[in-house]
Each structure stands twice: as structure tokens, then as C-alpha cells.
């Protein structure tokens, strides 16, 4: 079996054994049924009822299954509320600490520069990176989407694997990611805490009515009091049996989709790193070391979530690593995968924690994107820099982009872009002080009117201590290439998620101050209001509302501007044609070709409001249109990938680097 049949078999029996899942589910919610019969037979038999009639009544039957389902949705509702919405939650819930900027722990670099790397390398975002204080060698990611998710690591994996093999348990967890496993695991989490809701319930009514029985020995009410703790008796080892047994398969089915899920993360894992060494020496290192289960008390709900097996237990949520080590390096997998060469010599230097790992890989695909300072649509001149990149067809760009794919020559350029960008701007976007000077400085440019006024405006609103780290950052930033500056603006996001609500809202204040300070917006400084709105904001409660879902022809209006916009950045005459052919992927004939004046940056901020309420299915069309769009001329315009950039982060769809 080659390396995309792994992937497919994966994902069809994942789809089978969440359908079980769901039956699991209503089965739970019938035998509420079925033990209310013991009970309701005898009374219709009473009442002379014969046949059918005795046990089928359609109104009980839909207020017991009805109340079934409400007590496993509180209590999915209730584990929910515990593990919280973001991967952040989860994290704090298993013990974890986020890793900061300041860290001098040689090894704790090297595992930000790796996640780094991986995440520019993906066109995901950089996430936050959480520390659990256990010995064991073990990871796990959380949170709803991309924008939302967080990495994290065991001291024991830091302390113990190379960069080789941090690599590839990286590759894995950003796989999760990609395939909204993430998602899915959180969801499977809440529902089997609901169905164990149920055997609870029935735990604490075996409890009361026991007391019950106890308190009223001797009582004049003995026979009264005895009848009651029977009948509650008898209902507590009903729904501890139901639920019991419900929370025993949910288990079973939650292990069988984690198993597979697994299998996926790491044929996934050797299309990121194209290098399957690293994630087979990861498993062949924990195989051979004494298992030490993770020590957090909300571990055994969320072993799922791990790199690889995390408790105690006879119900295993992770295939055996022997399984797992032979299924990466069977022989026409990893010829597919590695080809001629293997990208991981150059990149990794042989997997060692060499002094040299200070500086990890970034795309040069879309990190190769910025509009320095004429924004298509607002100045009404677009820049003709291109890139062409001949090997990469656009039927070849829409497979990568809809497979999730990365090319393997996106680790070499990244390797080359970060050696590149000056020691003194990485280490800055690690330090919440400086990474906001940083911010400051990118959305300045280069004009020194502008850097002065903006200045100004720093040491007015954020002080002197803010000032002093923009005197000592400013020649640093002022080189910067295109592609070192959006990979810059990628790395900063983690960091500003450790700034407290206040001090992010006074940088904001002063970062939107500066953006308007030259009296237009251009498309760098758009992108970074859109970055930082998806990113940091929403954790704030700052986004809108939301709406009903609306498919794609009911955003038609929403999708013209945004597909004519991105047509119109390419720069060529192409754009009306490669209009037309990706309106025809979506299914949209017919819709015009957008002037040039409605493709403005204030017109697009509303499209992609409007389309915040495309269903999840339809996204998936509409980045294959993007795409479309884009390479319709085998070549990209700056514009064209920060726009692309742009809407990944705003539509929460998966955009992997493009240029080679």
C-alpha cells in the first residue's frame, strides 16, 4: 500500500466508525427505553392493553429517549465547559505551561525553531507552544481550527529527542491540525463524558437511595421509606448499567477512530517532513524506555489526544509501535515519499541538537508574500514582482492545496530564509515587550518621515520602555526582504497571545494609530489587522455574532468581489479568464467580472464578513477556486499571496504555501 492509499483507508474508516459512534449514541438513548418497560408492561397490561400496545407507546417512548439525549448532552455540555472552547483550555486542563520567549533552555529552542519551521512550512499559523512537566516522551495538539490550536510537549520528549525526531512528532501533531482532528477529538471527548454522565447518575442514586434505607431503620415510616430507596435503588443500577455500558463502547469506538486517526497523523507526518526517520526513531526511542503514563488527572479522557499512549489501560487509543514504525518505513512508502534525495540531509544535518538548529525552516511559498507599500484597489497600481515556479502546474498547486500537501522544497528555502532574517528580530518576536516594537516597526516601513511620526506616536501611548526597544530593533528591521517580513509577522502571533487583555488593547490602539498615520492602508498593514483580528481578538470575545450558515450561491454577491479582487492583483490578462474558470469550480456561472473599483480593501473587508457564514463544506470549494485563481498563469503576484494569506486566516481554510 503506498503512502496516499495509508491516508485515504484512514480517513474511510475514521467516516465508519463515527457513524457507529453516533449509533453507540442512540442506542444509549433506547435502552432508557427498554428499562422503562419493566415498568410500563406491567402498568399496560393493567389497563388491558394486548399486542404491540403493551409495550409501545410513541409519546413515552420520545419523552424518555428525549430525556436520554439531555442528560448526555449536559453532560458533554458540562465536559465542555471544563476543557473550555480553545486548545489553550485543554492544555492548562492537562497541566500545561506555555513556553516563553525568554526561555535560555538550549533545548526549549531548538523546539520552538522546529514548530516554527513546520507551521510557515504548512501555511498554518505558528501556534502556542505548551510544556507539560512529565518525563515521558509524548505530545499532543488541541484547540477547534488552525487559528485556535496549540502544540504541546513533555519535558521528557524535549530533553530526549533530537531535532530529527522532534521533527517528525511535530509533523504528526500539525497533521491533527490540518485534518481537524483536533476538532473531532475534543467532540468525542465531551460525548463519551455524557454518556458516562448517565452511569453517574446512576452511581449517586445507588448512593441516596442506600442512605435512605440506612436512616430509616427503626422508623415508623420503615415500609414508606424502604418502597422509596427500592424504586431508587432500582433506577440507579439501571442507568449505572446503561451507562456503563454505553461509556464502554463509546471507549472502544473513541480508541478505534483514535487508531486510525493516528495511522493518518503519520503517513501525514513523512508528507510533511519528507523524512520518515524522524518519526520512526520518535517511536523507537519511546518503545524503548519504561512507559511512564502522563500524570494529570484529565489525562484519562484526553489520552486521544497524545502522540502516543499516555496511560494505563487495556483499551489502547494508539496503534502498537511496532505497527506504527512498519507501516512508515515499508519499502514503496518511503521511496514514494523520499525519491532521489532526501531533503532532511540538508535540512537536519543529520538529526543531531547541533549549535546551528537556531534557526528553523519557513516556506518561501506564501512566506515569500508582501505588499510593501501600493495596495490593489487603494493606490490603483499593483506590483508586477512575480515568481514563476515551472514545475509547478496548477493542476499540480490544486492537488497539493486540497491534499495538504508540502512541497519538500519548502524545509531547504525555509532553512535559507530564517538564516537571513537578523538573530535580533527572531529573538525579538519570542519577548512580549519587543515583539510589539516589532509589529510597529513592520507596518512603518522603511520611509524615515514615517518612522518618525510613528515614533512619536509610541512614545506617547506605550512609553519610554516601548521606545527603547524600537531604538534597538530599528536597524535591524530596516533590510528586511518581502518574504523575511510576512515570515516575521507569522512568528510574532504566539507571543502576543501572552499579552494580557489591557496591554493588547493599548497596542492595538497604537498600532492602528500608526497604520493611519500616513493617511491610507495599504495590503501589508490590511493583512495585519486581519492576522491579528482571527488570531488575538477572537480570544477576547471580539468577533461578531454568528449568523446562519449560507451556501455558495446564496454568497455569490460575497464571492465575486473576493475571486475578482484576487484576479485583478495577478496583473495580467488572465485575470477575467481565470475569473470565469474558477466561478465555474464553485458552480457560479454567470456572475461579472468586478470593476476595478469595487475591488477595494474596504469592499473586500465586507465580502469576507459576509462570507464568516459559508458552510464548512463549500470553504473547501472555494479555496480550490482561490487557488484557481491564483495560478491560472503559473506565476504569483505579491499581491496575489498575501491575499491568499489573507483569506486563509479570515475563512479559517487551509491555503498551503504555493511558490517553490
Known amino acids: 500500500m503506498n503512502f496516499f492509499e495509508q491516508q485515504d483507508q484512514a480517513k474511510r474508516r475514521t467516516t465508519w466508525l463515527i457513524l457507529l459512534f453516533v449509533l453507540a449514541v442512540a442506542c444509549v438513548a433506547l435502552s432508557f427505553y427498554g428499562l422503562a418497560l419493566f415498568v410500563l408492561v406491567p402498568q399496560a397490561q393493567d389497563r388491558g392493553k394486548q399486542g404491540a400496545e403493551v409495550w409501545w407507546d410513541p409519546l413515552i417512548f420520545m419523552q424518555i429517549t428525549g430525556a436520554a439525549c439531555l442528560l448526555i448532552f449536559l453532560g458533554a455540555g458540562a465536559q465542555r465547559l471544563r476543557l473550555g472552547s480553545s486548545g489553550k483550555s485543554v492544555a492548562e486542563a492537562l497541566g500545561g505551561q506555555p513556553l516563553l520567549g525568554s526561555t535560555e533552555n538550549h533545548d526549549e529552542k531548538i523546539l520552538r525553531n522546529v514548530v516554527d519551521e513546520m507551521a510557515l512550512a504548512s501555511g498554518m499559523p505558528v501556534p502556542p507552544i505548551y510544556i507539560l512537566e512529565e518525563n515521558s516522551i509524548n505530545a499532543f495538539a488541541a484547540g477547534k481550527n488552525p487559528q485556535d ?9 524535549i530533553a530526549q529527542l533530537n531535532r530529527e525526531e522532534l521533527q517528525g512528532v511535530a509533523a504528526h501533531e500539525f497533521s491533527h491540525i490540518a485534518h481537524q482532528d483536533t476538532r473531532l477529538n475534543l467532540r468525542i471527548a465531551c460525548v463519551v463524558a455524557g454518556i458516562m454522565f448517565i452511569a453517574l447518575i446512576g452511581r449517586v442514586m445507588l448512593q441516596v437511595g442506600g442512605r435512605i434505607a440506612t436512616s430509616t431503620r427503626g422508623s415508623s415510616k420503615k415500609n414508606d421509606s424502604a418502597g422509596a430507596a427500592l424504586v431508587i435503588v432500582a433506577a440507579g443500577v439501571g442507568l449505572l448499567v446503561v451507562g456503563s455500558i454505553g461509556a464502554l463502547f463509546g471507549r472502544l469506538l473513541q480508541a478505534a477512530v483514535s487508531r486510525q486517526r493516528e495511522f493518518l497523523a503519520d503517513a501525514s507526518a513523512v508528507q510533511y517532513s519528507r523524512n520518515p526517520s524522524g518519526i520512526a526513531n520518535a517511536l523507537r526511542r519511546i518503545g524503548g524506555v519504561d512507559f511512564m503514563p502522563i500524570q494529570s488527572p484529565a489525562a484519562s479522557g484526553l489520552s486521544h489526544f497524545f502522540f502516543s499512549k499516555s496511560m494505563h489501560s487495556w483499551l489502547s487509543t494508539h496503534p502498537p509501535l511496532p505497527e506504527r514504525i512498519r507501516r512508515i518505513e515499508q519499502g514503496g512508502f518511503v521511496a514514494q515519499v523520499i525519491g532521489e534525495s532526501s531533503p532532511s540531509a540538508a535540512v537536519n544535518s543529520g538529526g543531531s541538537n547541533s549549535s546551528n538548529e537556531n534557526v528553523s525552516g519557513v516556506a518561501g511559498e506564501v512566506s515569500a508574500a508582501f505588499m510593501a507599500s501600493e495596495a490593489v484597489g487603494v493606490s490603483g497600481r499593483a506590483n508586477t514582482t512575480r515568481t514563476t515556479s515551472q514545475p509547478l502546474t496548477r493542476a499540480k498547486v490544486f492537488e497539493a492545496t486540497m491534499s495538504k500537501d508540502i512541497a519538500p522544497e519548502s524545509f531547504h528555502k525555509a532553512h535559507d530564509l530564517l538564516l537571513r532574517i537578523p538573530a535580533a528580530v527572531q529573538h525579538a518576536t519570542n519577548e512580549p515587550l519587543d515583539v510589539q516594537a516589532v509589529l510597529l516597526l513592520l507596518v512603518t516601513g522603511t520611509r524615515p518621515e514615517m518612522r518618525e511620526s510613528v515614533r512619536a506616536i509610541t512614545n506617547e501611548q506605550l512609553g519610554e520602555a516601548m521606545v527603547a526597544c524600537w531604538d534597538r530593533l530599528a536597524s535591524s528591521m530596516l533590510n528586511l526582504t518581502d518574504e523575511m517580513r510576512l515570515a516575521v509577522l507569522d512568528l510574532c502571533v504566539p507571543t502576543l497571545t501572552q499579552l494580557s487583555k489591557q496591554q493588547y488593547v493599548a497596542f492595538r490602539t497604537t498600532l492602528t494609530a500608526a497604520m493611519r498615520s500616513d493617511g491610507r492602508v495599504d495590503l501589508f498593514e490590511w493583512m495585519t489587522r486581519t492576522v491579528l483580528t482571527r488570531r488575538i481578538e477572537t480570544r477576547f470575545g471580539a468577533m461578531s455574532t454568528k449568523k446562519p450558515a449560507r451556501s455558495l450561491r446564496e454568497c455569490s454577491k460575497e464571492i465575486r468581489i473576493v475571486l475578482g479582487t484576487l484576479a485583478r492583483a495577478g496583473g ?31 469592499e473586500l473587508h465586507f ?14 470549494l472555494l479555496a480550490g477556486a482561490l ?9 504569483y503576484t505579491t499581491q496575489e499571496l498575501l491575499l491568499l494569506r489573507a ?14
Open 572 to 602: 495580467s490578462n488572465h485575470g477575467a479568464l481565470a475569473f470565469d474558470s474558477a466561478l465555474t469550480k464553485c458552480g457560479l456561472n454567470g456572475l461579472s467580472f468586478p470593476a476595478a473599483i469595487e475591488c477595494d480593501l474596504n
Open 607 to 620: 465580502a469576507l464578513e459576509g462570507l464568516d457564514t459559508l458552510v464548512p463544506r463549500d470553504r473547501k
Open 627 to 635: 487557488v484557481t485563481v491564483a495560478s491560472a498563469d503559473n506565476a
Open 149 to 157: 490550536a496549540v502544540l504541546g510537549f513533555t519535558r521528557g520528549a
Open 647 to 660: 483569506f486563509a486566516y479570515r475563512l479559517d481554510i487551509h491555503l498551503p504555501l504555493l511558490v517553490i
